[in-house]
């Protein structure tokens, strides 16, 4: 299996991820943790802690269409794993997502920038466990 290199789309998406992440802490004083948005969704503090929510949500939803309406065409995704593969994957973020308190976005993306001794933990523990994976899954199963 062959990654694709593309700097060039990564600096535009860290770009607008990192823009991203300090409006929403400029205008509501707000992490931008993709998994605490969307647990907020379910029990919301308030009407205006559900409107931000939902908006946010609504953008990363409609990302899709707003670049096929740009470019005309979507990009080619492929996923190498198998339906069973996937499901267990999801399951094992959603079981580290809540031990960790967070995701990759609350903490690596805000949480580093805030210097966070506890991102920084957990930043580390994430990609070492990625590698892992990574590793795992292409040498030994063979996936």
């Not at 990192?18 to 029990?43: E, K, N, W, Y």
């Not at 994957?89 to 966070?116: E, K, P, Q, W």
């Not at 957990?122 to 063979?142: K, N, P, S």
Request: aromatic share 6%; with cysteine.
């Amino acid at each position: 299996m062959e990654t694709a290199f593309t700097p060039w789309q990564s600096l535009g998406g860290g770009v607008l991820i990192g823009t991203a992440s300090v409006l929403l802490m400029l205008a509501v004083g707000r992490i931008m943790g993709a998994t605490g948005i969307l647990a907020g969704i379910f029990a919301p503090a308030s009407v205006a802690d559900m409107s931000w929510r939902l908006a946010l949500l609504l953008g990363m939803l409609t990302g899709p269409a707003v670049y096929w309406l740009a470019t005309g065409g979507m990009p080619e995704i492929a996923v190498p794993v198998s339906m069973p593969m996937l499901l267990i994957g999801g399951f094992i973020v959603g079981v580290g997502v809540t031990y960790g308190s967070g995701c990759t976005s609350g903490h690596g993306v805000c949480g580093m920038a805030r210097l966070s001794p506890r991102s920084i933990a957990a930043t580390i523990t994430f990609m070492i466990a990625t590698g892992l994976t990574v590793f795992v899954v292409r040498h030994v199963i063979g996936g």
